[in-house]
């Protein structure tokens, strides 16, 4: 597990943008002596539209502290119909990663947690297919096989729900070949990324590379996106593209795509974890 | 009118690749005592592919001797089914320009072209609209209003043929916001190269950018291509792309993707006088 | 001249961290009834570290108020010991140009500046030689040849301080090929900032492209700084590369380089002019 | 290992520029049916300058027309003084790594390496240090710990020689530690490449992050050179950068700078083991 700063608070605010709600939650800080560590802010219309912040504080005793100051910061924001938490940042979130066979994404994943770039605990990997038990297992992650073949689709999300409901707070696909359905997406109630092999919103669906090789495009990408019930169509939390020529054949899009895929959805799992991500509307706020 | 260098040929051969197209082209240089200066070649399939290359010579004297390589080298691809030419660099392909309201793409190929960067002539700019008139003239090169409104528009396309056609060797749309018939196209009998203003084939047609904002994506970019009959969808030449936040307006876009547009458009118009751009179906080969 | 957005001023703050500023600030703004559109901050170290804070308020009816908001803006930050302004965003600075005979920096800040890109106005552009006279006036600017040549440097500087002192903001050496010295810098008075033609601390002083040809670097790349008295060796505002191959030559890398040297200057301006630049010893923050 | 593809040849060719090199070298490769799959070639200077050219050819039943093929290229090249060889692509070269505590360049390696991405056999990964062993094992590499500690430098060296000499094509530094004695180049008899941690010239030497810390650059970058005796003066094969700001601590820029030398050191590699590498002076043109 990788743990994040200790003392070191996280809170995030969200709602209707009103004046005052800058002065009121830095009087909340001030008013516990927590010191400002870093600050962002963003109204999408000054007038009348909706407000983010992030703020990460340090604050002595923190762990002590937490109950009282979740419990003033709820009185804080009650009046502005805003919503907020307060966090410990050295609690990381819990985070289960879903594969098929492409080991990349997964992979640059666990090297980056292990390395301690990445402030999240990993229970568990599963994954459709048991290429990738090996791989995993190295790094002391348990690696869980479960099939997803034909009509079992509703078997193996039901397996995946019973191992995952009440153990993460964050379900990364990497790479993950597979569909969820709407239902499942309701039930794990945690927010699922998802990494796309294009440039969205070009080449939506299944072969982007091969598509892109179709079209002569001379940059290919990667978009890593909550995942909804429109495929391909949640908010895109990054995207990158990488240059390509002509002389590139599909399989070299494919394999100059996959470094993009891995640097791209790591960057949006860092993000995710530091929760410097706020989802509004079908776009995302990043910080 | 910018000359491009003196007592150098550029030779393009494309067609069906078979053994023995190097060596034979090779043959032609060496026994007309042509010094390869550069050379590029590709084949999209070695075994029953198309093949396209492209060979700078330098040849003391190369006026006089044109016609008599031109001959040689049709004698020389005959028998392979090739298409080639060999064409003197000094003299600069003929670049019609048309333009609406928006000066920077129009501006930045005659900064450049001013400055030495574009080896092209450029006899005339037409717009629909008089309003970049002065800024054209200033350059010393004639700006002729053709409006094209409502039903017009096959008068309009009518004058700019009888306006272009024997007078340009290609015609470039620098942010021309009138879609032009297929009509026009086959008349016209030269290339049309054009900017779209997003990162095809995303955002096809109409207001990119605002699509760009609604989407939420975190990279806006340009397209030049040539022009068919299928908007949009002709062969892309150059493309590429900037990183933007959701703290950009839609016109925080339209200003940060202007600098990408007239980036791509000069390079794709660069490329093409230089002869490096080759149409196979719907892709382009860049050399 | 382009005006900035109406009924916006800009806060900027620069001292000593201190727990409490956050909440003073915003406490000011509140009491004023400004609405809060951006706030940027950051510190360079929580503890003992200097503090940076940029704020954007909406304020109706802000010219009148101006005065009576930097009386209250001096009195709350007088107690943290911290140095600050707040400015009317629709008062561009007035922004002079230094060129020589290089076009493509001055015409880009002139373009960007005419169409609107650039909240600033620009008073004169001065050059040591003539050539460039004709490009500025199109522009409706004021164009004064101060030529400078050999022992003329403190004759060249005295003619350029008479000319700008009082009368400019912000100083702007667009490919100015002459070194600005000490003494002219404590009396000018203003920050002065240069486009240095490559990416620093690579190739410091002249003829960087041809020192990159040597060098066979894959990247060149271009840096906008403040100028201080130690040649390229002030703060860094900005910087950008592009990349180049071993087929370049050395007037290919000048004329690529001169792409990356207007973006960067450019940009560096724009930022300048907002107000998101802040100097630290020999840094820049940039928001 | 992974093998490159089956009766493919790559012939490289290397020396004085004069006409006819690329007619004869056509004319070799039509006399023996092989198909040109690629071509590039490269001329520093027309007139009297140095030549460069790398074809890939397919040739059936190439392993046994090797010896004939080398005998008359030998041939066809002497009368010009060029120097040149020709190569079985599916036998793949040699390459030790040499690393010492940091894991991302050399796993990078290896993971690419196991993904069928480069086309080289690992015969050894040798460090000073014995953290990484388990990791190179768990790929089914031998990793040999030759400490290095003091007065031991002659003794390591002698120590690694003796692991090497003869059984490598290619030596690779993944962030090795150790500064390698001239003695030591001149006795391994292959190419070394290493991976500085800067955007060279920029920050030669010890620290490169901190120093660009201190220097408060806007990219970091990474650089992949060849070794010779003079220390990070070695001609370049690749370079490349990531955009950073005040905010990122010196951490967050070796962090960051992980990543693109991971990517660079890797692109150069490939490269290399591509033969698309040539050393000329203190430069690579690289096709």
Chains 1, 2, 3, 4 share one sequence.
Not at 96 to 122: I, K
Not at 217 to 225: E, R, S
Request: glycine share 8%; with cysteine; hydrophobic share 45%.
């Amino acid at each position: 597990m990788t743990a994040g700063p200790q003392d070191q608070a996280c809170l995030v605010v969200q709602g209707p943008d009103r004046p005052g709600i800058v002065a009121a939650v830095s009087a909340f800080v001030a008013r516990h002596h927590g010191n400002i560590v870093s600050l962002d802010q963003y109204s999408d219309d000054p007038e009348g539209g909706e407000f983010f912040q992030r703020l990460v504080l340090h604050h002595p005793g923190l762990r002590a502290a937490l109950p009282e100051l979740q419990a003033d910061l709820a009185e804080t924001l009650e009046p502005f119909g805003l919503q907020g938490r307060i966090t410990d940042l050295s609690v990381p979130p819990r985070m289960a990663v879903l594969a098929s066979t492409s080991a990349h994404c997964l992979l640059d994943l666990l090297w980056r947690h292990r390395g301690g770039e990445l402030p999240v605990s990993v229970p568990m990997v599963i994954s459709n297919h048991p290429d990738l038990a090996d791989d995993v297992r190295t790094f002391g992650i348990p690696f869980v096989h479960v099939p997803s073949q034909g009509a079992d689709k509703a078997a193996a999300e039901a397996e995946i729900l019973r191992l995952l409901v009440g153990n993460v707070d964050v379900v990364v696909l990497a790479r993950y070949m597979q569909i969820l359905s709407g239902d499942f997406l309701q039930k794990i109630g945690v927010p699922v990324i998802n990494i796309h092999h294009s440039f969205l919103p070009a080449f939506i669906g299944a072969a982007p590379y091969r598509k892109a090789k179709e079209r002569g495009v001379k940059l290919i990408g990667a978009t890593a996106h909550y995942v909804t019930e429109d495929l391909d169509e949640g908010p895109i939390i990054e995207q990158d593209v990488v240059r390509v020529t002509h002389a590139d054949s599909a399989a070299d899009l494919q394999r100059r795509g996959a470094d993009v895929e891995r640097a791209v959805l790591s960057r949006a799992v860092l993000w995710h974890a530091q929760q410097r991500v706020f989802r509004s509307g079908n776009h995302c706020i990043v910080f």
